[in-house]
């Protein structure tokens, strides 16, 4: 069945990071050398959109191994990326 939700990349699922306050949020990063490697659902796992980004304030185009939500300020922190530690 289309329902016209978005479809999250059919490739290895690197990381699942449950938001540490917000229950129905939740990130997934994959594998892969491709631009879509960081996906955000807010409604849980409902929908899901790419959190990449593009250009300049974009992810390059590589694996991201590891995504961490600290409890008591939770910010996207992107470890064990192929281009370092990266904070949004």
């Known amino acids: ?3 016209g939700a978005t479809l999250l990349p059919n490739r290895y699922v690197a ?18 050398f491709s631009a879509d490697n960081v996906w955000r659902t807010t409604d849980n796992g409902v929908t899901w959109a790419d959190r990449t980004g593009s250009g300049l304030n974009g992810l390059p185009d590589v694996p991201v ?14 470890r064990g990326h192929r281009s ?5």
Not at 65 to 75: E, K, Q
Request: hydrophobic residues 35%; charged residues 20%; glycine residues 10%.
């Open 1 to 3: 069945m289309d329902d």
């Open 15 to 32: 990381r699942i990071s449950l938001h540490p306050t917000n229950p129905g949020t939740a990130y997934v990063t994959f594998g892969g």
């Open 65 to 78: 191994r590891s995504l961490v939500l600290p409890p008591r300020f939770p910010v996207l922190d992107l």
């Open 84 to 88: 370092g530690r990266i904070q949004q």
